[in-house]
């Protein structure tokens, strides 16, 4: 029933806001990411608590985490792992990278290059790793959440559309308000530390296999038609859109049912409605569509165009 998946997502925000003041729709898409088994890209400045709030979520579900340090010298092998010649057999043996993991936090991600990020394509679509010509089965709650910095561009390698593709949604992040900054100030003069979550009061409501049937749940959310055909307009929209180069392709309205399907579940939904799509729609599209130039020029941005988009699309009663 869809009221244990909302009393699930209910759950993991009030502990996931012991340690992060504010953010809550970056959260809700955080956690509607994880219920439908997509991946997750965070864009936002430096000190704003996106490795906390990753590292946060891995501790209230009991995951196996592991973290990626993007370095423009990064190698393949440094994600996936690499077989290991054992002298004394003979033999070579597995050594697993850090993508072996339920949840891979890739810090940084435009820092490595592209033959590098291309290393993650396998991973996060198929949900296995190819190493020495032998397949490899990656965990079933397997999800990437990969951060990267708007600001700075040097030394970094844009990631090419298929890589972005791949992300269920594209979060982004901004400065707390007022009442949240005081808030954050206050929690470090009493004691706060990042590095011991613990001692914050995080307790573990959940794990993989409760997580695993909230994803079976939300495969049974209803979607009619009408709904079906509202979001797969919206999507062809961004195609023939004027200030867009490039529209959303096929995936992107796979993605924007997904996302939709677990938003009205954590909702206490069993059925989808134009809400949901328009509530999920920037986070899903965002990073999939290109802006024409002289767009850019005038100051337009995805998100603007994305609601462009959706007030030229009629609503289904």
């Known amino acids: 029933m869809p009221e244990k998946t909302r009393a699930l997502f209910e759950q993991l925000k009030v502990q996931l806001h012991k340690v992060i003041v504010g953010q809550d729709q970056v959260l809700d898409e955080m956690l509607v990411t994880l219920l439908a088994g997509g991946h997750l890209l965070l864009e936002g400045v430096p000190g704003i608590a996106k490795t906390l709030m990753v590292k946060a979520l891995a501790q209230i579900l009991n995951l196996k985490f592991s973290r990626i340090q993007a370095t423009p010298d990064m190698m393949p092998a440094d994600i996936v792992g690499t077989s290991v010649y054992q002298m004394n057999t003979g033999s070579f043996s597995l050594h697993r990278g850090p993508v072996f993991a339920d949840l891979v936090l890739a810090d940084e991600i435009n820092r490595t290059p592209p033959k590098t990020q291309s290393a993650l394509l396998e991973a996060m679509e198929e949900r296995q790793v190819t190493i020495d010509g032998f397949s490899h089965a990656l965990p079933v709650l397997f999800m990437v959440i990969a951060t990267q910095n708007p600001i700075e561009h040097e030394g970094t390698y844009p990631l090419p559309e298929a890589q972005l593709d791949r992300f269920l949604m594209k979060s982004v992040m901004a400065y707390p308000s ?4 005081l808030e954050i100030v206050s929690r470090w003069d009493k004691g706060f530390n990042p590095h011991a979550l613990m001692e914050a009061g995080l307790t573990p409501v959940a794990d993989a296999s409760v997580i695993t049937g909230a ?13 079906q055909r509202y979001l797969v307009d919206i999507v062809r929209r961004t195609r023939e859109f004027r200030t867009l180069q490039w529209g959303a392709s096929p995936r992107a309205a796979v993605s924007l049912l997904l996302a939709a399907k677990s938003a009205a579940a954590t909702r206490g939904q069993t059925y989808v409605t134009p809400d949901d799509v328009r509530d999920m729609a920037k986070p899903v599209l965002r990073h999939r569509i290109i802006l024409r130039p002289e767009a850019e020029l005038e100051g337009l941005d995805a998100d603007r165009s994305i609601d462009a988009v959706l007030a030229g699309a009629p609503v289904p009663r």
């Open 215 to 227: 994803r079976r749940e939300i495969r049974d959310t209803t979607v009619e038609a009408s709904v």
């Open 178 to 181: 007022l009442e949240e900054e």
